[in-house]
Nanobody, 126 residues
């Protein structure tokens, strides 16, 4: 049974950078779709972006576009979410999730993801 393990995150000042890792253990996340979700205080969890690791295609919601980016290390079976120029409203618990490469609506189809990371807290102070 594959496990998805997240690492990174923590506290950062506004304008700074942060990276969160999402690693597959016991199975491959590379060649799948990896979605990222954020639950901010007092808000519902929302999809913020995803990467199709097979061809590298990515998508981000408008509020993080241009500041967040993905990268992947195929040998480490890991996807990285890099957050630059972070803002206080980026504060929240970040989750990665792994689903099939054929997923059609990665931002909204949470039930289609088969494996979830444990979540990583990111706190941005002003």
């Amino acid at each position: 049974e594959m496990q998805v393990v997240q690492s990174g995150g923590g506290s950062v000042q506004a304008g700074g950078s942060m990276r969160v890792s999402c690693r597959g253990s016991g199975g491959a996340i590379i060649t799948n779709c990896v979605g990222w979700f954020r639950q901010s205080p007092g808000k519902e969890r929302e999809g913020i972006g995803f990467i199709y690791t097979g061809d590298g295609a990515t998508y981000f919601i408008d509020s993080v576009k241009g500041r967040f980016s993905f990268s992947q290390d195929n040998k480490q079976n890991t996807v990285f979410l890099r957050m630059d120029n972070v803002k206080p409203e980026d504060t929240g618990m970040y989750y990665c999730a792994v689903g099939p490469e054929t997923m059609r609506n990665p931002l909204t189809s949470e039930s289609d993801y088969t494996h979830w990371g444990q979540g990583t807290q990111v706190t941005v102070s002003s």
